[in-house]
């Protein structure tokens, strides 16, 4: 399989500055919901966080902060994640963000047939694209690293740059890449959460 890395550690300002991964939500927190969706598609899991190791110690899970020093956004955690699957000896790895608790099952397998050389393959929806989640060759770790220190941060433009291959996810009735920004989301998610488990 393939290993993945979640991401998290967003300041989640308009959460009021809580870690998004860790809201309730149905019967646990949401980290609860990535983990439980991923660990069908992927293995191992890897959580990255530049907070307290500590808070993610239920999970059982491997927890590794930024290999770059500073709040340097979502892009910081693609080389942590490439660097890390590299010691695995995997040649990709799997990233999302962590407060996407609605992953398709077929997240994976879709991003690993989509797959051409060394190039990554980021999801999109209906409503444009996810360059968080996405499939990334760990060779491009040195050349993201380099770029992150040139002052890029924004994933998409990158992913651009290394001509990323694009998979459509369609949205339907329920987004796959629902994430939480705000209190509003965070209640949306917690009422879909109820329903998938009556």
Same mark, same amino acid.
């Given at each position: 399989? +393939? #290993?993945?890395?979640?991401? +998290?550690? *967003?300041? &989640?300002?308009?959460?009021?500055?809580?870690?998004?991964?860790? !809201?309730?939500?149905?019967?646990?927190?949401?980290?609860?919901?990535?983990?439980?969706?991923?660990?069908?598609? &992927?293995? #191992?899991?890897?959580?990255?966080?530049?907070?307290?190791?500590?808070?993610?110690?239920?999970? *059982?899970?491997?927890?590794?902060? =930024?290999?770059?020093?500073?709040?340097? @956004?979502?892009?910081?955690?693609?080389?942590?994640?490439?660097?890390? !699957?590299?010691?695995?000896?995997?040649?990709?790895?799997?990233?999302? #963000?962590?407060?996407?608790?609605?992953?398709?099952?077929?997240?994976?397998?879709?991003?690993?047939?989509?797959?051409?050389?060394?190039?990554?393959?980021?999801?999109?929806? =209906? =409503?444009?694209?996810?360059?968080?989640?996405?499939?990334?060759?760990?060779?491009?770790?040195?050349?993201?690293?380099? =770029?992150?220190? !040139? *002052?890029?941060?924004?994933?998409?433009?990158?992913? !651009? @740059?290394?001509?990323?291959?694009?998979?459509?996810?369609?949205?339907?009735?329920?987004?796959?890449?629902?994430?939480?920004?705000?209190?509003?989301?965070?209640?949306?998610?917690?009422?879909?959460?109820?329903?998938?488990?009556?």
């Amino acid at each position: 399989m +393939t #290993p993945a890395a979640i991401l +998290t550690g *967003g300041r &989640a300002t308009r959460l009021g500055g809580i870690e998004k991964c860790l !809201a309730p939500l149905g019967d646990g927190v949401v980290l609860d919901a990535i983990i439980r969706i991923l660990t069908l598609q &992927a293995h #191992p899991i890897l959580i990255n966080s530049n907070g307290a190791p500590d808070m993610f110690s239920c999970f *059982g899970t491997e927890v590794r902060r =930024d290999v770059l020093a500073g709040y340097l @956004g979502p892009m910081a955690g693609l080389p942590t994640a490439m660097h890390w !699957a590299r010691r695995l000896g995997a040649t990709h790895v799997i990233t999302v #963000p962590g407060d996407t608790p609605f992953l398709p099952l077929d997240l994976v397998i879709r991003l690993q047939a989509a797959k051409i050389g060394e190039r990554p393959v980021i999801a999109a929806s =209906d =409503d444009g694209l996810y360059p968080v989640i996405g499939l990334w060759p760990v060779c491009l770790a040195t050349t993201l690293e380099a =770029d992150l220190s !040139a *002052g890029v941060r924004a994933v998409h433009r990158w992913a !651009a @740059g290394q001509v990323a291959t694009v998979v459509t996810f369609a949205a339907g009735n329920a987004h796959p890449f629902a994430n939480l920004n705000t209190p509003e989301d965070l209640a949306r998610a917690q009422m879909r959460a109820n329903t998938r488990n009556r």
